[in-house]
């Protein structure tokens, strides 16, 4: 560029205009001065380009920062464009006329006719774009004197030429000069310049797209010719590269693409130009694309003849188009932009039926590929390709497979060689790449060169194939592309195995069937195990060589005979006999046959010791044929676990589910093992043996190893997992010889004897055939049986929910056999309680089950009995079976058996629990026939029926009520209810005789009245008896006791009476709340003394011996107030009939009828009667602390027995060191109270307006 | 029209794929799970890219000397792939477009039938005909 001196002029021929546009730029003429332009030549060409210019621009197109730049040439006419001649790059812009003429005579003599001709030279043309430089300079006008300031040459020119563009003219002050005023006209006159420029371009260059376009439009008719239009087209591709807008040339390019494939297509759609058919030419050269040269100028000679064919027009505009992208760094647009175009190429070969010698195609693309890669290589750094691999890799596969198919084409491949005829072919196709281009006929490895080369010989070939092959591979494995990666080496091991290589194949074949496999792709899997199956067996690997084969004979996606040939491979192996164990073969069983489900007969899969326990598999046969194997076994482990709870045989046949079928997940299709497996979840409870102990209860996930796999090698799947277990040949296998395997559904079954007690867990599954053994090292869901012993028992409970003590009820015993064999004779012998005994009916059966709830046998049990013990005769049983009878038995009334006994009724009060609990419990001890130890069984019985007994009184008349209330749950009858004492007491009934229904938790009273002689002992004792039954069901009433109950009577005399009577005021008819009533008291003696009161304690009063009693007024319901004192001691004679009236005022709090106040009696023992001596007064003053305690006493305890003394009391009172005096309640039935129950009327005052009622 | 059309699963199984019956199967299998190299490619950068994936078509996976390779993409990344053969010129992009929007209409129908359990072959005879419609000429 910098060598375009100005008097490079010497294209005067214009013919041919060298076309190399890089170089090219736009043409500028000068005129004029020769001398002044050289002058300023220099600083122009390096000034003009500095700075940009917007170029604004028609057909809304956006504006552009562009940098002119210039190529002068001296003007002459012959540069200027003929009419007619399209060329824009000869084309000058621009025409400058310099001169530097300042004097009038001068400029009027010579300058103004040259200017005049140079404007006519260009008028003629009709070019518009021309400028007048004038160039000043101050050393010349010193010169002259006779200048004219006012009207400078400039002016006249302007006035001569410029007529209407005075802008036409420009100064230039002292160029060469540094000054402000230089430098100020240099930038003036180089933005004119540009101005003047792009408007010569704007108006050039749209008059040339408006006449490109008029062509193209005419397309349709009959002379138009694609490569016409072409070179017009690339004329204006070729200025936009020469103004560097190469982003517009790149758009000439395309728009000429689009065109030329838009008639392709629309040839193919029928509708054919007659220019096509040029394109239509046979391919007789297939060099390639070439892109090392900006231009072609070869083919586009040919275009411009019309003479090119496809791929030379093809390639021609690939080749400008790429350079156009390197120009503005898009070397990957290029690749991606290759890989379209050579299948682009392929299809419009193909469409418009171009003659194309076989694999000459293939050449092209091949050498195409290479060539841009190259390119590519040529333009960038190696980290920049290395990162963009991804753009470049579609080429080298593309090339790989192209030379691939050269290579099987010229018999490059196979193992023979090349035949003759594949040598010709070769020579053929070697003679259309011509003679190599001399761009790069020096470069080492060029494709022509190595392409040459490949087809030269085998060994030539192999090795550029691999190295692409590997390239390409590695290029693919960087970028991630492992698919399109293991595709390719595919092709390799097809290479290989052609090649007779299969060594090398086969970890290609290998990597690509474990993808197809982890992806579930069938087909290719198929294809690809078959590919597999050819290489192991030529390399002779045996085993990985059946497993392949089984598997493809498994495979549905081949046919019958394919399958059938699949599995005649493994049957030769098979049936060869070698005899050693060594050469024995062990393939997984899972690729013969898939185990669908196992079941155990019993169900639950768990024997007894020495049980016999059956297997059942089912096995989906995958091959197309039956199958002989000459045994089958399943390999299960042995597993002690004495301590574990859950080994327990109650556990297990509890426990254990029922269904028996496990149910195998097939190994399914390939796909479905994309997906996660289900969480199989199941309830779990358990509960500790001990009773009352722990109970939990929660969910397990029993697949959690296969859920929480690692997803990577969730991808291995289990056919081909190659965990080798050796096989345990041990005692703990089950086996079945010569089964067939029929295609589809089999049934085996095992059988075997339980042995030892534990748990069998099945681990493998082995089956052989001849010298091939299948196996199935891993089974899940776990498979497992258990075996137990367990030691005999008896079990004795109630039927009902609890048992009632006095009726008979059944009672179940339940021996467990376990390991024991009850022979005839062996007996249970039972103890006999008295209090508890067993009833004998007539003909027990007992029950036999197996221990699995297998079906019952009925047998007669026979029971004998003895003073002390009961003996059962118990049937011969089997081990491991059940027993069950049931025997009646009765428990005794625990009130009878201590009547029986003589001893005190209620002996329990020091077992106040027992009572309020209302159970007994009886003992029982069991020898049993298997055990030295006796086994003691106990059970508890509830009372039904619970009595109190009552004194009552009335005057010296004596009641007793008996109240029998029922505990339990169920209904009784009562009747033949009796009392009973022992001497001379006479009871006579009250109540109504005959039966009584009680209802649960019901009381039923009975009632006596008393009569009596004289002279009792002190303690009568009484006994109460009643017949009962339940209602609903009275069925063994014979056996049923009566229900006891025995009390004592004592001290029931009636010694005192106590009358008390409250009268109103004497003025008043009734009692008035309010008002102070009378209350007397009269306490009379019925009896003298007796013998058996000795403990009264006696005084000596007036002659008489009198008891002193302590009596008290006391009103519980709070209606009365006591006026004054309200007890006091008095002294009674013991003398019948004695009497003593006691006066006391008391007001009633409320009106109505009010029941009397309480009167209590008690004894009064002075405290000299012990050790102690005090005062009597004081303790009576002392009232209102000590006489609340004895009546409580009195009241709480009276009846219940007789003498109390004031323990709690009394020994807190000495404690405190007062010695008191003690007060004695009378025993019920020795004071009667004629006022108890009495009520007065008491009106409310006068003066009161409420009512009040009081309602006790 | 489409000469070969796949469903694949999210784990790159496939849950459906045909082709034209005159033409080896096998071919087309290799074809379209090479392809999901691409599918694999093009979503990992459409992740990187925005959050939008409201654009579900992939375009042209690959092209071959024979056929072109369009892919889609559902939003629960089950992919579809269609084969075209490369001189069927009269396909616009467009019409690849609306095919795969038919497509994954019907696919939407099969995952709506509650009998179809989400990751196994696809079966159904209504997505058959659909796809038999795409693969027939539409002239």
Known sequence: MEGAGPGDTGNGDGEPVVVCTMENKPIVTWAGDQNVFYAVFPILTQQLPREPMEWRRAYGRAPKMIHLESHFVQFKEELLPKEGNKALLTFPFLHIYWTDCCDTEVYKAATKDDITKWQNALRAHSTTDWLIVVVESEAKKKNKTNILPRTSIADKIRSDFCNKQSDRCMVLVDPLKDTSRSQESWSLFLAKLRTLLLTSFTRNLGHFEDEMRTLREKRTEPGWSFCDYFMVQEELAFVFEMLQQFEDALVQYDELDALFSQYVLNFGAGDGANWLSSFCQPVRSWDGLALRKPIDMEKRDLIQRRQANLLELRSYLFSRQCTLLLFLQRPWEVANRALELLHNCVQELKLLEVSVPPGALDCWVFLSCLEVLQRIEGCCERAQIEANVCHTVGLWSYATEKLQSLGSLCGLVCEKGPCSEDLQRTVDLLAGLGAERAETANTAHSPYKKLQEALSSEEAFEKHYLELCHATIEMYNSIGRSRSAKLVGKDLADFYMKKSCPQKAEPFLQSALSMYQSEGWELPLTHTRKQLAECQRQLGQTEPYLRTCSLLAADVNLSQEERQLFCQEILKFAAKNSGSTESLVCLPLGSFAQLTSLSFEPPNAVVHVGGSLTMELTLLSLMPEPLQLDHISGHFHYNLDRNSYRKTAEWLTRHKPASGTIFFQAEGPLGARGTSPTPELSEMHEKSPSEGGLVSAGVICRNVHVLLRPPDSQSSSSLDRQTSVTVKEGANTLKCHNVTLQPGLNHLTFHTQAQESGTYTLRQLVASIGEVQLKLPHIYPIVQYDVYTQDPQLKVEPQSECLLAGIPQSVKFTVTTGHYTIKTGDTLQLSNTESMPILLGAGTTAAIYRNSQGEASERSLSIQRSEKVTSICLPPTPPYHILEFELDVVCLLPEAGHLLNGELPRRGRDQPDALSSNTTEQRVTVDCPWSIYSTIISLSFQLPLRAQHTLLSSGTRKYIQVCVENTCEFQFQLSESSLSSTRDLKFRPLHRAGSQDLQSQQCLFFIWEVTWCPDLPPSLPCHFSVSFYPVPSPNPCGHLQPFTYLFHLEHFYTLYTVRAEISPPPDAQFCKTGALCSLEVCITRLCDSLENDKEETLTDCNGYSSAQLFYQVADGGSNWAVCGRSSGVVMMPVKEGACHTLHMEVMPLFAGFLPYPDVRLFRYLPHHSHSQQLDADSWIENDSVSVEDPCELGSGRAQSRGLISPGATGASVEHKGLPMPRLQPFHPGQISNGSLGRQILVVPSTDDHVLEVNVT | ?139
Do not use: W
Request: proline letters at 5%; a neutral charge; charged letters at 20%.
């Open chain 2, 1 to 139: 029209m489409a000469v070969c059309v796949a469903v694949i699963a999210k784990e790159n199984y496939p849950l459906y794929i045909r082709s034209t019956p005159t033409e080896n199967q096998l071919k087309f299998h290799y074809t379209v799970h090479t392809s999901l190299d691409v599918v694999d490619e093009k979503i990992s950068a459409m992740g990187k890219a925005v959050m939008d994936q409201r654009e579900l078509y992939l375009g042209l996976l690959y092209p071959t000397e024979d056929y072109k390779v369009y892919g889609y993409v559902t939003n629960s990344k089950v992919k579809f792939v269609m084969v075209v053969d490369s001189s069927n010129t009269s396909l616009r992009d467009n019409e690849i477009r609306s095919m795969f929007r038919k497509l994954h209409n019907s696919y939407t129908d099969v995952m709506c039938n509650p009998f179809y359990n989400p990751g196994d072959p696809i079966q159904s005879r209504a997505f058959d005909n659909t796809v038999t419609s795409m693969m027939v000429p539409a002239c």
